[in-house]
């Protein structure tokens, strides 16, 4: 199993641009998380989907983000247009329940907006 | 607001003796608890977790003890390995808000061979 993926590992980019990041879960689960990861804040949770439907948004900070799960196998989360604060690592994690005891993280992707 | 705290950025401990990793909360209503282990450019691992009907569980090398009236949770290693080395997390869920986990900051452990 190759886990879950995440592309890309990092990236550059100048404020204002759009930002989209990508992520395939582990076949067969059935729950998936985006995070950011900061220095001061640690791990957030932006927003999860069970089933590919939207549970919990509430994280998300602003209208600049926004998340989708078209499909079982793939989501994205984008940021438009990207500013310099949300630089971070951000991770997607899968899970084969809702019942959130386990969950399988990708290796993150590192943004930099300058 | 953080409601899971990891007080110690960083933690260094020699091969063989015990690395005890500490978090705090402040929500009563946290009724799991998970430890994640961390190492540089991969994503967290699951390391080991509690129910907050216990006081205890171990698996291994690994304890993890709570302490509902301090509000307190810790992980034990014992024996350390430089293997060990890794930023750990520690995360609690507040079953009232669907099941949403809350993170800590992650406390950097090194074990000195």
């Known amino acids: 199993d190759a886990g879950v993926i995440q592309s890309p590992r990092h990236e550059v980019t100048e404020m204002g641009q759009e930002v989209t990041l990508r992520c395939k879960p582990i076949?067969?689960?059935?729950?998936l998380f985006w995070y950011r990861q900061t220095m001061m804040r640690g791990l957030e949770l932006l927003i999860y989907f069970n089933n590919n439907v939207p549970i919990d948004d509430s994280g998300m900070p602003e209208d600049r983000f926004s998340a989708k799960m078209p499909n079982a196998s793939f989501s994205t989360l984008k940021i438009q247009p990207s500013e310099p604060r949300d630089s971070a690592v951000y991770f997607c994690?899968?899970?084969?329940?809702?019942?959130?005891?386990?969950?399988?993280f990708g290796p993150g992707t590192r943004l930099t907006v300058t | 607001d953080q409601q899971v705290k990891q007080n110690s950025p960083s933690l260094s401990v020699q091969e063989g003796r015990i690395s005890i990793l500490n978090c705090d909360y402040t929500?009563?209503?946290?009724?799991?608890f998970l430890w994640y282990k961390k190492y540089p450019a991969e994503g967290p691992t699951f390391l080991i977790s509690?129910?907050?009907?216990?006081d205890k569980n171990e698996d291994g090398r690994f304890t993890v003890f709570l302490n509902k009236s301090a509000k307190h949770l810790s992980l034990h290693i014992v024996p350390s390995q430089p293997g060990d080395s890794a930023v750990y997390f520690c995360a609690a869920r507040d079953l009232n808000t669907g099941n949403q986990f809350y993170f800590g900051t992650g406390t950097s452990l090194t074990v000195i061979p």
């Open positions: 994690a899968s899970s084969p329940t809702a019942g959130w005891h386990e969950q399988y």
């Open positions: 509690i129910s907050s009907i216990k």
């Open positions: 929500n009563s209503m946290f009724d799991y």
């Open positions: 076949s067969g689960h059935n729950s």
